[in-house]
């Protein structure tokens, strides 16, 4: 058990995590998304004011938290960054057609999103933003009936997480698994030099 986490036993119909930090105590709440902000999504951009190469990434459902494979000018992106909605620092992007809820985090960077099928919730302060992102990881969205592919803006107001009541609490959570994010990189990129080491020393030694 890592320094600062104790297991509980919560009874049948209690909304208590199995593993939570020392100092907090009473249920999780189960609450539905539209409890804590409004779906975002940028201003529409047509194919035509798309580049292969050019000064803005524009980021698709299929390209969100990948490498870019369109571009929009840099007037487009400030006219539209200025008018219309946009993501802030902490926002987490939500593919909600095709790899419906894969995730991205909005870090400050001049890029610019596909409307409709690249969404966020604009929080209104009432959660905190690492977890909201965390809870993406785990969340069961709200979608209605089977051929349904696409995640609407409604599905996504219906959709249901826990969350502890304290602020402090969630940030204490989403911190944690934060720092294990990133133990696993640093591991893996590890792992990865050792491998082209060992690669490398087979091709000298094994003439």
Known sequence: MQAGLQSFFPKKGEVI??????GFSGE???????EFGTVQTCKRIFKEQTTPKGEVPFFKNGTIGLEPDAFISRKIFEEYRELYPYPEIGDTLISVV????????????????QDSN????KTN???NKKFLKLSYQVIEWFI??????HLYNDNILKSEIVVPESQKEQKMIADY???LERMITAYEQE???TKKMKKGCLQKMFV
Not at 98 to 113: H, L, N, P
Not at 118 to 121: K, M
């Open 28 to 34: 999780w709440k189960k609450c539905k998304l539209e």
């Open 125 to 127: 302060g009432s959660i």
């Open 191 to 193: 792992l990865e030099l």
């Open 144 to 149: 209605e009936g089977s051929t349904v592919k």
């Open 17 to 22: 995590p199995a593993v939570r930090f020392s």
């Open 177 to 179: 698994f934060e720092e």
């Open 118 to 121: 690249v969404v966020w919730l």
């Open 98 to 113: 095709g790899s419906i809820g894969r995730t991205a985090e909005y870090v400050g960077k001049e890029e610019y999103f």
